[in-house]
């Protein structure tokens, strides 16, 4: 857009009710400095787990490994939901983004960036994935598919609630809480 020889940027104002209205006050070296604290505690967090899958990898415990990926899947998400919170994002759309950004980051990093760095053989490019490395990743992914999913789909938590806390509820509504499920 062209106003008197100048070029203006301009873009959609966010809904109201996206916006996190008390972060709008806080000064930009803060905003800054709070995003760098997350992203390195999240680094942190992802270096750890990626550092126990590469261990498992290296002394040969592809099924460890395995297992070690797919339940660190599974908590990443509430490990990276707790430190999102502490960034101080204008609408709750950036603060998701942000999320997803983390969270995609990790994954790939722990499902895939660390076991191919682990089975690279180090001066022999040509032959870096050998037919039993290939099945080892293989196995490392198809159980990364499955166990999350398996887990997520037992919804541990939910039965719990259901069959054991629910015929103890002193009322309808403690009940009704009780049935409602996880989601």
Known sequence: LDFHGNVLQVRQAPEPEDIQWPNLSMSPVWVWFCYVVVNIGALVVVWFMADGVATLQINGRS???????SLFNIVI????????KF??????????????GK?????????????????????????TLTESKI??????????????AAVRFSDV???AKKYLKAPMAKSQ???????????
């Open 63 to 69: 099924v460890m490994a395995s297992i070690a990926i």
């Open 173 to 183: 509504e403690g009940m009704n809480i009780c049935t409602k499920g996880t989601t």
């Open 157 to 159: 938590v939910s039965l």
């Open 135 to 148: 099945r080892s990743l293989l196995s490392l992914m198809i159980s990364d598919a499955i166990i999350p």
């Open 77 to 84: 998400p509430p490990i990276m939901k707790v430190l999102n």
């Open 103 to 127: 969270l995609v980051a990790s994954r790939v990093f722990i499902s895939v960036g660390v076991l191919y760095l682990v089975n690279l053989d180090r001066g022999f490019w040509n032959k």
């Open 87 to 100: 960034e101080p994002h204008e609408t709750v759309t950036n603060q998701e983004s942000s999320m997803l």
